[in-house]
């Protein structure tokens, strides 16, 4: 039985890695049956071979000494072999020597599950204790897709940059590239018949973002879904090995080319609270706490650790749900015990992606006046990695924020500067008289018309009847100034026009983050479109 034990463990565990994929509570429901069946079929099938043909006995049994590399059929001859000797309970006339005599077999599977047993440990321990592996690229791809983007052009990123290359303190980020290769099948015929064909399709999610974050500093990362922000999270968490770059965490370097990151960790100073739910489900808030404060080396029973948890849970609102399972708990309450996860132990690194996803507003707020800089009262904290895609929370919380638009980090810095760079302008939004008959004609006008006074403007939307334009400060003035003269020479230029150019209703606004993002996300959209378009056209 030990030596079952021993052998059938791990091979257990890595064909759970390899063949779970989905939500553990579902597979765990088939996968043992599953397990168990596939793994008694070839001693069924042996056994019932040597009873079938004995004239081939000698050619079974060499078989069957092969196939005892599979611990359940090591087990199972064993066993077999032990009642072969006798059927007897307490046999009087039963010696060791009949037990470990040749022929039964028995000491032969012993051993047979003990050297592969160990062998299958040592595969389990380099699984578990190396990285992902990298993505495998040709040279073309490599030169192509594997090395950081060009960033001579944008000085705020280039800062940010050689910011990550200060020192290791905090969290750094080192132009972190990482690219995913996708073989599609399809099926196509061209003259000899359908036949199945595979197109590879690389797709770089992250193409050479750095950034470096410091104690008591908020970096927000911004982005619209599949710009790359939970990929490069994930491969500061080891999750994901990048492709090219190097990563610092609390003072600890680690490039692509170290086997394991184990060091990066092992001091407990960093946590993460991923953009999933990872949770005990039938472990209560207190069983979580409890167990992530030992993971930390906190001495539950002082009376330091206890204020410390009980003012995580009173700061997130958890008080009246301790005893509660996590599957009891809203989605809600679920994110916010995640939180409170990654805020044990003092950390020097925190890195939250989209911990306020699935969260109603006020309990985002919640979780925004925990974070805040201005509620620490004095005290420092670690550095916190914060991703979202939404820029009020980024525009709350950030110390600088860093806008990532189809894997690259367009633009960085902090609030002051991003609306210096870009809140250069406005959005007037028209609508005209129903009598108006060609709407295009009067877009037309209306960019004339601001031509006139020296603001270029461009189409943003258009409707039947509405249309909205944006529109660029004059050039010739200090915008930073002069911001509000020029909103009022545009509502002057409109109320002067507005029966010339048709207008029954319009409104002028100074251009906000919110929409500068949107349009800065507009690049992702375009590129998604692009690949999709790209693997519809292998498809044919």
Not at 465 to 484: A, E, M, R
Request: net charge negative; charged share 25%; glycine share 8%.
């Amino acid at each position: 039985m030990f030596g079952y034990a021993y052998s059938s463990t791990p091979i257990g565990l890595i064909l759970a890695k390899r063949f779970i994929k989905g939500d553990y509570k579902e597979v765990a429901n088939w996968f043992p049956g599953v397990y168990f069946t596939f793994v008694a079929l070839p001693y069924v099938a042996w056994s019932s071979a040597l009873q079938a043909v004995p004239s081939a006995e000698d050619v079974i049994l060499i078989i069957g000494d092969i196939l005892c590399i599979v611990p359940f059929f090591a087990f199972q001859r064993g066993l077999g072999g032990v009642i072969l000797v006798s059927t007897e309970f307490n046999d009087a006339n039963l010696s060791w020597g009949d037990v470990w005599a040749f022929d039964t077999r028995i000491w032969y599977t012993i051993l047979v599950m003990i050297v592969v047993g160990s062998m299958e440990w040592l595969f389990l321990y380099r699984l578990t204790s190396r990285r992902e592996p990298k993505t495998q690229l040709t040279g073309d791809e490599v030169a192509e897709f594997g090395t950081p983007c060009d960033i001579s052009h944008n000085p705020d990123v280039v800062e940010e940059r050689e910011r990550s290359r200060k020192d290791n303190e905090g969290i750094n980020a080192r132009d972190i590239v990482k690219t995913f290769a996708i073989e599609k099948k399809t099926i196509g015929g061209e003259g000899v018949g359908w036949r199945t064909k595979k197109e590879r399709v690389v797709k770089s999610a992250v193409k050479g973002v750095s950034f470096g974050v410091r104690e008591n500093e908020i970096y927000a990362l911004l982005g619209p879904n599949g710009a790359g922000k939970s990929t490069i999270m994930n491969s500061l968490a080891s999750q994901l090995t990048p492709d090219y770059g190097e990563i610092s965490l609390g003072g600890v370097v680690c490039d692509e080319s170290d086997l394991n990151t184990d060091h990066l960790y092992r001091d407990g100073n960093v946590s993460f609270c991923p953009q999933f739910d990872a949770l005990f489900l039938k472990k209560t808030v207190d069983e979580h706490v409890k167990f992530y404060s030992a993971i930390r080396g906190l001495d539950w029973d002082a009376d330091a650790t206890q204020d410390h948890i009980n003012a995580i849970i009173k700061l997130l609102g958890l008080e009246q749900h301790r005893t509660k399972e996590a599957t009891e708990l809203s989605g809600g309450y679920k994110r916010r015990l995640c939180l409170a996860v990654a805020m044990i132990g003092y950390p020097k690194v925190v890195i939250l992606d989209e911990p306020t996803t699935g969260l109603d507003p006020a309990a985002r707020h919640l979780v925004w006046e925990v974070l805040k800089p201005s509620v620490r009262n004095g005290y420092d904290v670690g550095a916190i990695l914060l991703s979202s895609h939404y820029m009020d929370e980024c525009q709350q919380l950030g110390t600088r924020i860093g806008i990532m638009i189809d894997g690259e980090l367009v633009t960085t810095g902090e609030l002051s500067r991003l609306q210096e760079l870009y809140c250069t302008g406005l959005f007037v939004e028209i609508s005209l008289q129903p009598s108006v008959v060609d709407s295009i004609k009067a877009e037309s006008a209306a960019i004339d018309a601001f031509a006139e006074i020296g603001m270029e403007a461009s189409v943003y939307e258009s409707l039947p009847l509405h249309f909205k334009l944006k529109v660029g400060f004059q050039q010739d003035v200090d915008t930073n100034n002069n911001s509000i003269t020029q909103l009022a020479e545009a509502f002057r230029m409109l109320e002067t026009n507005k029966a010339e150019l048709g207008i029954q209703f319009y409104s002028v606004a100074l251009m906000s983050l919110e929409q500068i993002f949107i349009d800065l996300s507009r690049k992702q959209f375009e590129t998604d479109e692009e690949l999709s378009e790209r693997k519809q056209l292998a498809q044919l």
